[in-house]
């Protein structure tokens, strides 16, 4: 079974887009949802410096459009092939509903547009960031976290914990990391999938409450616990919630690797989730589609799997 995977904010860099920009399917497909947006794809795709970039506004509906652009490149070359089971990390999940047919692709760049803004908006309100926590005891780790008012934002497996709260908390966190842990400052606008953002949720509740959204046509499992989830109604009120609790990518990798994947395919921008499957999920066979290049090689493991 071949897992399409998603990926999260932060796997974007400076120019990604340059060489997918050539392909038709993947150009005619980021100026349709740059148009729905009212975010110029081409722009930030290609010529945005990494400080524009990391912008929580502009870096959600960059990394969904090029997952579903790149999407649509892949279905150009292979019209037949359809995933048996699709993924997504934190606003991963919103390309993935829309591969899945939950959104629509208009549907799923406005969401996420709104998304990208609502976060941004509750994460000026007060001074937080994030770190990645790399190894110790889990006990020691969520001990330190509790004294120093943090939580846990992202469980990714293999070890790596994503962590979130109070700026001065992380720079504690940093300083002081817990025996055996590696701690490791991020460059994010805010503690995204803690309690701070809370004012989001609701907005993107107000938000969602009219929207018309049709079950999935492929097989989606959700951040919240790596379970399968069938109705898009469900999987929309997930989607909503999930911004104020931790992603469970942990849970994710289990799930898929549990229900029979062979292997995993990371759309573009590529890289983060298939260096987490290579240790959370031994024996599949894993390739992150960083640039069209690569499109032969998926085709050739999609043969291979199918």
């Given amino acids: 079974m071949i897992v399409v995977a998603c990926p999260g904010q932060g796997s974007q860099t400076p120019g990604f887009m340059l060489p997918w920009l050539e392909l038709e399917a993947y150009a005619s497909t980021i ?10 794809l081409r722009l930030h795709g290609t010529v945005s410096d990494a400080e524009t970039i990391r912008d929580t506004a502009i870096a959600q509906p960059l990394i969904v459009a090029a ?20 993924a997504g990390h934190s606003v991963g999940e919103i390309a993935a509903a829309t591969i899945a047919g939950i ?20 994460a000026a309100l007060e001074e937080t960031s994030m770190a990645a926590v790399i190894g110790g005891d889990w006990a020691v780790v969520e001990q330190t976290l509790t004294s120093l008012g943090l939580a846990a934002a992202n ?15 992380i720079a504690e966190l940093a300083s002081n990391a817990p025996a055996g ?3 490791i400052p991020l460059q994010v606008a805010g503690a995204f999938h803690t309690r701070y953002m809370q004012p989001a949720v609701a907005s993107l509740s107000d938000y969602a409450a009219a929207l018309a959204v049709a079950d999935p046509k492929v097989a989606i499992v959700t951040n919240k616990d790596g379970s399968t989830v069938s109705s898009g109604r469900d999987y929309l009120d997930l989607l909503i919630n999930q911004v104020s609790n931790p992603v469970r990518w942990d849970a994710c990798m289990s799930a898929l690797q549990d229900s029979g994947a062979t292997a995993l395919i990371e759309l573009s921008p590529a890289g983060a989730l298939v260096g ?23 085709a050739e493991l999609i043969a291979n799997h199918s």
């Fill in 181 to 183: 842990a590696r701690v």
């Fill in 103 to 122: 959104f629509t692709p208009n549907q799923g760049i406005e969401f996420v547009t709104a998304r990208g803004r609502a976060m941004a908006a509750a």
């Fill in 67 to 86: 997952s579903i652009a790149s999407y649509a490149a892949l279905q150009a070359e292979l019209p037949s092939f359809v995933p048996g089971v699709l």
């Fill in 276 to 298: 987490l499957a290579k240790r959370g999920m031994q024996g599949v066979e894993t390739l992150a589609i960083k640039t069209p290049d690569q499109l032969a090689a998926a």
């Fill in 31 to 40: 100026d349709q949802l740059s148009e729905a947006s009212g975010v110029d």
């Fill in 155 to 169: 469980f990714n497996g293999g070890g790596q914990v994503v962590v979130a709260g109070d700026k001065a908390g």
